[in-house]
């Protein structure tokens, strides 16, 4: 289920629950508080637009699940998010 902009009052979360959804998706800009707006329930978190690596690291720790970009090339450069690199020990 996408979140627009508009349902990120606390019936959005209540509306999602009601849903019982299995992922929500969501642009990541669009969301108002995200070191606090993350809802907690059942559902998986996918958020686009993530342009940068460290970006996209800080929002799974602060509970996203997937993150989508434009940038893929760039970000398979870091070892974070490319399994090749982690296992030759580059950055």
């Known amino acids: 289920f996408n979140v627009p902009s508009t349902r990120w009052q606390p019936q959005g979360q209540r509306i999602m629950e009601e849903l019982a959804v299995e992922f929500l998706y969501c642009d990541y800009l669009s969301i108002p508080n995200i070191a606090q707006d993350l809802w907690p329930g059942d559902w998986q978190w996918a958020l686009y637009e993530v342009t940068e690596p460290e970006l ?36």
Do not use: C, H
């Open 56 to 91: 996209g690291i800080q929002l799974f720790n602060l509970g996203a699940n997937y993150i989508e970009t434009k940038r893929i090339a760039y970000f398979m450069q870091d070892a974070r998010f490319n399994p090749k690199l982690k296992d030759s020990g580059e950055k």
